[in-house]
């Protein structure tokens, strides 16, 4: 009841990783059996419809129900204790926006038992994503599904902008934040320009497939090309809405573990602020071969390579940060650092694809999986891999064994690279992109081979990381505050886990590395910016968890509202939008309840507060 009802971004984080976590799992079930069916030629592991449902929801899960939660789990845990705030701008909020995210994800995955996954790609190109081309409901389960867990990404990025526009502490200027801090701050802003495109996407699908409505129907006026150009103004800005916080990890990770500070920070600043404008400026990179036009391709071309300029200032900035420090590899370190030379070779492969005349060869192949994978999996799930072993510590105050960390690093690296390494090649010898098998002696069966032994050697990665973290759960809370014993940010300054409250008395922050600077300045804890006093928290409620489960009943009752349930009352509830409404009321009403009763919230006094901050 405890986690149902918390506004508390601590746990709130550890709810976001839990969901992540596990629909991380599915997506790698996925994409095991995916690689099973392609192990061999002329192989019938699978259907050719069962294929296409498990490439729709293996892409679809992954990127919006897997690494997007595991991010917001890192930012949620990390963001307001690194610019010294006791919680977000909006609990309530905070939470709201895991609960429709976690119900939309519930909804999506639902439609394997429910006659169907979504089989049009996690693209869902028009036409093929038609009533026509798609006649199961499986479709409009990624419409809805995504509509609903969208809706709270939107929610949590609102959140951090307002979070970090106004809760960091006294002395922490926009230039003294954290690099993680800064990606998670630029992150938010293009989800909140990025969202809105998708959501107008859906809904115009939505129209076309429930009620109707002919948006992208060539044969009654609509544009088939016009959802791609939806998809893609909100696709392009998402992939950088996943790799900038990976980029704010390797940010803290790199310099904590030289022993010095991050090389060229400003221009670090910068050049995410350049990658995150410029991102909206390509989508069309993925539509050269539409038949835009010589010009519009020109020009699509160029501002893409540009997005390389930023990109390569950041690498050598890492670069230049390990020069000459004292690096340690943990474990956290070997994933930051196994990160950089991976994410240059999908960089690399992109600016190839960047080339509109060659990406009319490369285009639809194995070599875009295996771009978008370089970048992906060996970019961001690296990051990701890195920020989990370092902040594990302060999320649950206990230290991950650094030689199962070890092991994880290696297993899951060369297994990464097997996999997709070859399928460079295999782009290039020709073979399709999302094709269910191929007929032998084309060259493509050792490549195949090799590619789905390594999907194998991750799957045994990703499980030496969960043994690692069963055993570890088993060991006693006992991590000191700075476990690292080189952390340089705030939240380093105070208990692993933190208590409830974050900070008894909010610190001064005089400088970049706030805490790495009190460190050297001979001090052991950060000098206080207020007195002792009574601390406001906000009050635990089911009201977020409620609105919900309203939401996703809506979503259920619209989706099955043209069906014939072969049973009056059925037929009689769906067909009339009575269980959309009965869905709509429980969520209004929940919000009604939000707006009508007034709650303050409640107080820890200083004598509840522990010295030193020890839990409450
Ligand atoms: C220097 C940076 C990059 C460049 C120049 C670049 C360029 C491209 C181009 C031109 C394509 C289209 C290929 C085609 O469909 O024919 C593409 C696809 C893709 N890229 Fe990148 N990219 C870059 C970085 C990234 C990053 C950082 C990510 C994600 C974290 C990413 C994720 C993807 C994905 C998911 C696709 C495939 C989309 C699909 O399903 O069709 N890229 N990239
Ligand atoms: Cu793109």
Not at 15 to 41: H, S, V
Not at 58 to 73: E, S, W
Not at 351 to 369: C, E, G, I, R
Request: no cysteine; glycine share 10%.
């Amino acid at each position: 009841m405890d986690w149902i009802t918390t506004v508390d971004h601590k746990k709130i984080a550890i709810l976001y990783l839990i969901a992540g976590g596990l629909f991380f799992g599915i997506g790698g079930i996925e994409a095991i059996l995916i690689r099973i069916q392609l192990m061999k030629p002329m192989n019938s592991f699978v259907s050719a419809q069962v294929f296409n449902e498990l490439i729709t929801m293996h892409g679809t899960t992954m990127i919006f129900l897997g690494v997007m939660p595991i991010i917001f789990a890192i930012m949620n845990a990390v963001v307001p204790l690194q610019i010294g705030a006791r919680d977000v701008a909006f609990p309530f909020i905070n939470a709201l926006g895991f609960w429709t995210f976690l119900f939309g994800g519930l909804l999506l995955n639902l439609s394997w038992i429910m006659g169907g996954a979504p089989d049009a790609g996690w693209t869902s190109y028009m036409p093929l994503s038609s009533s026509e081309y798609s006649g199961t409901h499986g479709v409009d389960f990624y419409t809805i599904g995504l509509q609903i867990a969208g809706l709270g990404t939107l929610i949590g990025g609102i959140n951090f902008l307002a979070t970090i526009i106004t809760m960091r502490a006294p002395g922490m200027s926009y230039m003294r934040m954290p690099m993680f801090t800064w990606t998670t701050f630029i992150t938010s802003a293009i989800i909140l320009f990025a969202f809105p495109a998708i959501t107008v996407g859906l809904v115009l699908l939505t129209f076309d497939r429930i009620l109707g409505a002919n948006f992208f129907d060539v044969a009654n006026g609509g544009n088939p090309v016009l959802w791609q150009h939806i998809f893609w103004i909100f696709g392009h800005p998402e992939v950088y809405i996943l790799i900038l916080p990976a980029f704010g990890i390797i940010s803290e990770v790199i310099p904590t573990f030289a022993r010095k500070r991050l090389f060229g920070y400003s221009s670090m600043v910068f050049a995410t602020i350049l990658i995150a404008f410029l991102g909206f400026m390509v989508w069309a990179h993925h539509m050269f071969t539409t038949g835009l036009g010589n010009v519009a391709n020109a020009l699509f071309s160029i501002s893409t390579m540009l997005i390389a300029v930023p990109t390569g200032i950041k690498i050598f900035n890492w670069l230049f940060t390990m020069w000459g420090g004292q690096i340690r590899f943990t474990a956290a370190n070997l994933f930051a650092v196994g990160f950089v030379p991976t994410f240059v070779m999908g960089g690399v492969t992109g600016v190839m694809l960047a080339s509109a005349p060659a990406d009319f060869q490369f285009h639809d192949t194995y070599f875009v999986v295996a771009h978008f994978h370089y970048v992906i999996v060996g970019g961001l799930v690296l990051g990701l891999f890195s920020g989990l072993h370092y902040w594990w510590p302060k999320m649950f105050g206990r230290v991950l064994s650094e030689t199962l960390g070890k092991w994880t690093f290696w297993t899951f690296m060369i297994g990464f690279q097997l996999t997709f390494f070859v399928q460079h090649f295999l782009g290039l010898m020709g073979m399709q992109r999302r094709i269910v098998t191929y007929l032998p002696n084309q060259d493509f069966d050792l490549l195949n081979l090799v590619s789905s032994i390594g999907a194998f050697l991750m799957g045994v990665g990703v499980i030496m990381f969960l043994v690692n973290i069963v055993i570890t759960t088993r060991k006693p809370v006992n991590a000191p505050n700075d476990p690292w014993e080189d952390g340089r940010t705030l939240e380093w300054s105070i208990p692993s886990p933190p208590p409830e409250y974050n900070f008894k008395q909010t610190p001064l922050v005089r400088g970049i590395d706030a805490y790495w600077k009190e460190k050297m300045a001979g001090h052991t804890e950060m000098t206080p910016a207020e007195p002792v006093g009574s601390i406001h928290m906000p009050s635990a409620t089911p009201l977020p968890f409620i609105m919900s489960v309203g939401i996703f009943i809506a979503g259920l009752g619209l989706m099955f509202s043209k069906d014939d349930f072969g049973n009056a009352f059925m037929n009689g509830l769906f067909n009339n939008y009575i269980v959309v409404i009965i869905g709509l009321l429980i969520t209004f009403g929940a919000m009604a309840m939000r707006s009508l009763y007034d709650d303050h919230g409640w107080h820890i006094e200083p004598e509840d507060q522990d010295e030193k901050g020890v839990r409450t």
